[in-house]
């Protein structure tokens, strides 16, 4: 189980959601009060951690919503392969690849035999930071 399933109402500002189909960390939530026939609604505005896109959503405050789980973990840089790193995960020694980070995403720079953290959410991962 990559996601669990929340009511819009308990999402809060720093938190994740899927929006279509991509996870997402919450920027911003406007709730509206309910109107003589309807419900209460939220407008939830959350940027991508995968693709670092902007997501926005609207929906009842009481309706349910996924919220994906997300791992951090570290890995070991092992080579540069093209346009590609590979890394070793150091919890279970795992080798996979990963696409090269542009210079201006990630924080410090990776050399073979350093240590990156990286975040694995719906089975896809990112870098985010080398040590």
């Known amino acids: 189980m990559v996601t669990k399933v929340v009511e819009v ?4 500002v720093g938190k994740f959601v ?32 995968l693709d670092n896109q ?6 009842p405050v009481d309706q349910k919503i996924d919220i994906p789980i997300i791992e951090r973990k570290t890995a070991q840089v092992l080579a540069f392969i093209g346009k590609n790193v590979q890394l070793m995960d150091l919890e279970n020694y795992t ?17 073979e035999g350093g240590e990156v953290d990286y975040i694995k959410a719906l089975n896809k991962c990112k870098i985010l930071r080398a040590r």
């Open 9 to 12: 109402k308990t999402l809060k």
């Open 18 to 49: 899927m929006i279509d189909g991509e996870p997402c960390k919450v920027v911003g939530i406007q709730k509206a009060k309910t109107g003589k026939h309807g419900s209460a609604k939220a407008r939830v505005e959350a940027i991508g951690i």
């Open 54 to 59: 902007k997501h926005s959503l609207v929906k």
């Open 95 to 111: 080798t996979f690849e990963l696409p090269k980070p542009k210079s201006g995403e990630i924080k410090g720079t990776l050399v």
